[in-house]
C-alpha cells in the first residue's frame, strides 16, 4: 500500500518514518480510507508492542501519510530465515504479540494481516527481541463492514486463516490463528503449508491439516506442539477462546523453560551487532542564522558602498531580510508554542488511552476467565445430564420390570431385586437432578458476571471512543493552526531567498566585500558539514544562494 521514508520532524527535531501511499496507487480511494484507518485503529489500541502513530494528513498535492516512530531493528522474517529459534525466545517473542493483540482484540480492532514481514525486533531499555507490530493496513473495526466489502479475500495466503480464505470477515480468532502460523515458524524454521499457487495455498488453509511440528523440530516439548495444534485448528470454536486464555497459557509454558534472557544473551553472543541507533537531528539554521546572514549583507553593502549612495533594489532587500527576520523570529516564537500545546494534547490523549486500555485489559481478562469457567460447567452439565438420562431410562425399565413381575405374581425374591434396583436408580436420577440444578445454576451465574463485565468492557469502549474524537478535533485544530504559520514561515522564507539572491548577485566578485564574503561562507560550510541532513527542499536555493553554490 506505502512507500516509507525517514525523515525529521522540522519543529521539535525528531526522526520518524513518514509512510505515503504508493504513487500508482493515488488514485485508489479505499486504500485511503484504509490508511486513515491504520492510525485511528493503532492510536485507539495504544499499546508498547504496537507502532506508534504521531500524526495523520493530506499534502497539499491530496497525498495521505502518516507519521510513524522510527524503529531500528530487523524484521521477524529475516531472524526466521536463519532456522529455527530456541523456544525459549520464540515463546517470548510470541508472548509479547500476544499481549499487543489481546489489547487491540479488546478495543475491537483486528489486525487481518500478520505475518512476520510486520513484526518487528527492536532493543528497547537493553531488552533484546522487543516486537512491534507493524502495518495495521487491513485492520478493521468490529461491526465497521463499510470498508471491506462481503465476501472479498484479504491478507497473505501464508498467514490467512480457513474463515478469511473462505471470504468471511476477520476475527480476532483470525489473529490468533495467524500467530499459531508464525510459533510454527519460528520453532520449525519453515511455514506448516507452502505452495506456489495461491489458490492452492488458500485450499490447504481451508481443509489440510497441518503437519505435527514435532515431526520437523523433534526436542519441541508436547506443550508447545498442543499449543501450535490448537492455534491451527480449522474450526475457530476450537481454538483459544482469546489472546488472553493464550497468554495464561504462553506464561505456564514459560514457566517450563530456560530463563529467557539468558538464552537471548546467549545467542546475541553469536549473532551480528545492532544497528546503531539513529544519529542525532541536526539543528535547523532557524532565524537565528537568518539574523546573522542579515548582518552579513548589511556589513558587505556597508563596504561597497561607504558613500552611502546604495541602489534603491538593493536596500530595499537589506530592509526584508531583516524584516522578516525578525517576523519569522516571532513566528518561531508562536509555532514552538503551538507544539507545545499540541504536543501536551496527544500526551494527555496517550495517557487517556493507556489508562483506559488497562482498565479494559483488566476487565477482559477476568471476562475470558469467567466465561472458560462458564463453559466448563456447561460442559459438566452435559456429562451430568448424560447420566441423569441413563439413570432415569433404568429406572423407567427396572420399575416396568417390577410391575409385570407383581402382575404375573413371579418369584418374591426376583421381584423384590428388580424392586431395589428401580429405587435406587431413582434415588441415583434424584441426587443427579440436584447436582444438574447446582451446574446449572453455577453455569448461570458465571455467564451473568460474564455479561456484567461484558458491559463495562462496552462502556469504556464508547468512553474511549467519545474522548478520541474530541482529542481528534483538538489535534486537527492545532495542526491546522500550525499549517497556517508554516505557510506564513514559507512565505517569509521565499522572501529572504530572493532577497538574498539578489545582494550575491549585486555583491559577488566585488574585492572589498570578499573578507566577509569568505567568512560567510567559512560559516555555511561549517554548518553544512555538521549537519546529518541535506537542507531541505525549501531551503535549498536559500541555501545555494548564501554559500556562493
Keep these: 500500500m506505502g512507500v516509507v521514508y525517514r525523515a525529521r520532524h522540522v519543529l521539535i527535531d525528531r526522526v520518524v518514518a513518514l509512510k505515503l501511499i504508493r504513487p500508482d496507487l493515488r488514485s485508489e480511494t479505499h486504500l485511503r480510507a484504509w490508511m486513515l484507518r491504520e492510525a485511528r485503529a493503532a492510536n485507539r489500541v495504544d499499546h508498547a508492542h504496537i ?58 480492532v483486528v489486525h487481518r494481516d500478520l505475518k512476520s514481514d510486520n513484526i518487528m525486533l527492536t532493543t528497547r531499555g537493553g531488552r533484546r527481541d522487543f516486537v512491534k507490530i507493524l ?57 506448516p503449508f507452502r505452495s506456489n499457487d495461491r489458490d492452492t495455498l488458500l485450499e490447504m488453509q481451508r481443509t489440510a491439516p497441518p503437519p505435527r511440528p514435532r515431526t520437523l523440530a523433534k526436542d519441541l516439548p508436547e506443550a508447545a506442539e498442543a499449543i501450535i495444534l490448537k492455534l491451527l485448528e480449522k474450526d475457530p470454536r476450537r481454538r483459544f477462546r482469546d489472546g488472553h486464555h493464550l497468554q495464561e497459557e504462553l506464561k505456564a509454558l514459560q514457566r517450563t523453560l530456560p530463563n529467557t534472557w539468558e538464552v537471548q544473551q546467549q545467542e546475541g553472543q553469536a549473532a551480528a551487532p545492532a544497528q546503531p541507533p539513529p544519529p542525532p537531528p541536526a539543528p535547523s539554521p532557524g532565524v537565528v542564522e537568518w539574523s546573522r ?64 486500555g488497562r482498565k479494559v485489559e483488566e476487565l ?92 463495562q468492557i462496552d462502556e469504556l469502549r464508547a468512553q474511549l471512543a467519545r474522548y478520541g474524537d474530541a482529542l481528534e478535533n483538538d489535534l486537527a485544530a492545532g495542526r491546522d493552526r500550525i499549517a497556517t504559520r508554516v505557510r506564513e514561515a514559507l512565505a517569509y522564507e521565499k522572501t ?54
Design 293 to 356: 546572514r542579515a548582518a552579513y549583507f548589511s556589513r558587505m553593502v556597508a563596504r561597497a558602498y561607504p558613500n552611502g549612495r546604495v541602489p534603491d533594489d538593493l536596500q530595499t532587500a537589506v530592509d526584508q531580510l531583516w524584516e522578516v527576520s525578525a517576523r519569522a523570529s516571532k513566528l518561531e516564537g508562536e509555532l514552538a508554542s503551538h507544539q507545545r500545546k499540541l504536543d501536551a494534547i496527544e500526551r494527555r490523549g496517550r495517557a487517556l488511552r493507556a489508562e483506559i
Design 135 to 191: 502495518d495495521f493496513g487491513l485492520a478493521a473495526l468490529a461491526r465497521d463492514p463499510r470498508l471491506a466489502p462481503k465476501g472479498a479475500v484479504f491478507g497473505t495466503p501464508e498467514y490467512m486463516s480457513p474463515e478469511q480464505a473462505r471470504g468471511d470477515d476477520a476475527a480476532p480468532v483470525s489473529d490468533l490463528y495467524a500467530l499459531g502460523i508464525l510459533f510454527f515458524e519460528m520453532t520449525t524454521g519453515q511455514l
Design 51 to 108: 507502532v506508534e502513530i504521531h500524526d495523520v494528513g493530506e499534502t497539499e498535492e491530496s497525498e495521505l501519510y502518516l507519521v510513524m516512530e522510527y524503529l531500528v531493528g530487523s524484521a521477524l522474517s529475516s531472524e526466521i530465515a536463519k532456522g529455527p529459534m530456541q523456544l525459549a525466545r520464540a515463546v517470548d517473542i510470541l508472548e509479547q504479540m500476544c499481549a499487543a493483540l489481546a489489547r487491540a482484540h479488546d478495543l475491537g
Design 364 to 455: 477482559a481478562e477476568e471476562e475470558s476467565r469467567t466465561l472458560r469457567d462458564a463453559a466448563a460447567e456447561r460442559e459438566r452439565l452435559s456429562r451430568v445430564k448424560t447420566k441423569l438420562d441413563e439413570a432415569r431410562r433404568a429406572w423407567e425399565r427396572a420399575n416396568a420390570q417390577a410391575l409385570e413381575l407383581e402382575r404375573a405374581a413371579g418369584d418374591l425374591r426376583t421381584w423384590r431385586g428388580v424392586f431395589e434396583e428401580a429405587t435406587a436408580n431413582r434415588a441415583r436420577a434424584e441426587v443427579l437432578s440436584e447436582v444438574l440444578q447446582d451446574h446449572e445454576r453455577r453455569a448461570l451465574h458465571k455467564e451473568k458476571s460474564a455479561g456484567d463485565l461484558r458491559r
Design 496 to 549: 529572504f531567498t530572493d532577497c538574498s539572491a539578489l545582494l550575491m548577485s549585486h555583491l559577488k566578485g566585488r574585492p572589498e566585500v570578499g573578507e566577509l564574503m569568505e567568512e560567510m561562507r567559512r560559516e555555511e560550510a561549517q554548518y553544512a558539514s555538521q549537519s546529518q541532513y541535506s537542507p531541505r527542499p525549501d531551503q535549498t536555493g536559500a541555501h545555494k544562494a548564501l554559500v556562493g553554490g
